[in-house]
């Protein structure tokens, strides 16, 4: 399989448009979930570290093998590699409001970090619990390992500000790269038609554009990786005071045993 869509955003974890472009005949969509259920966490820390253009390619081309277009971070910051690999892949920019992305952006993706960052572990309930989350889980190791490369534009600074320049840099830049008949600059409130006629497909029949809510989903796995930190703190915590019942359970079973058989 051929990638034949160049996902470009700058991290928007769009479900909606995943879910449009699946329904548009994309079935294997490489996004940060990938990264996850492929454990490519240190493929895609290599990519990022690797200086050499030839073997970086490599790197990209096989972390997106079998996969039909690519959205969200890790793979969308490598639109330009892509666009070398695949010389026929159109590229998609997803596109919405800078400051109401970085609303968004910063009370999901980049709350990580900020829970991270200096006096950031009682900036809110969760934060601490996802700092053992991330430092204790498999998963956790590998996400933070791939932070400071996905995160290395911002320069640490979050603040919704920060987090709007970056974004209208982020698309010019794209804009810039990109020849024009290769690219889609596209909001999801525009629906079906623009990318479809892009992409050279039929729009669906019936049915609206998908419409799901990234921020709701984000917030449900930032609670759940702060509570499994909490509960992981707690196991730690109550491990020694396991060991002993069991050990003093061990002892009297022993012991009644012994006495049993005299």
């Known amino acids: ?123 809110d309930w969760r934060c601490a619990g996802i700092y053992v989350f991330l430092h204790a889980t498999p998963f956790g190791a590998g996400f933070r390992k791939l932070m400071p490369a996905m995160f290395a534009r911002f320069n640490n600074n979050f603040t919704e500000a920060a987090l709007a320049s970056e974004m209208v840099k982020w698309e010019a830049e794209v804009e810039a790269n990109v020849p024009p008949d290769r690219l889609l600059k596209f909001d999801v409130r525009q629906g079906w038609a623009p990318l479809a006629d892009f992409l050279g497909v039929a729009p669906p029949p019936d049915g609206d554009f998908p419409r799901v809510n990234d921020r709701n989903i984000f917030q449900a796995l930032l609670t759940a990786m702060g509570v499994l930190g909490y509960l992981a703190t707690l196991l730690v915590l109550a491990s020694p005071w396991v060991l002993y019942h069991l050990a003093r359970c061990c002892v009297q079973r022993l012991s009644s045993d012994h006495h049993k058989t005299e």
Not at 78 to 91: G, I, S, T
């Open 1 to 123: 399989i051929s990638l034949g869509l160049v996902g470009s955003e700058m991290c928007i974890r769009d479900r909606s448009t995943m879910a449009a472009l699946e329904i548009l005949g994309f079935e294997n969509v490489h996004h940060m979930q990938a990264v996850v259920e492929h454990d490519q966490f240190s493929w895609w820390v290599a990519a990022f570290g690797e200086q050499d253009k030839g073997k970086r390619l490599e790197l990209v081309r096989r972390g997106l093998q079998g996969f039909q277009a690519n959205l969200d971070f890790p793979s969308c910051l490598f639109y330009r590699d892509l666009m070398e690999l695949f010389p026929k892949a159109k590229v998609l920019l997803t596109s919405r409001d800078a400051d109401s992305w970085a609303r968004s952006a910063a009370q999901t993706v980049f709350f990580v970090p900020k829970c991270l960052s200096a006096g950031g572990l009682w900036r």
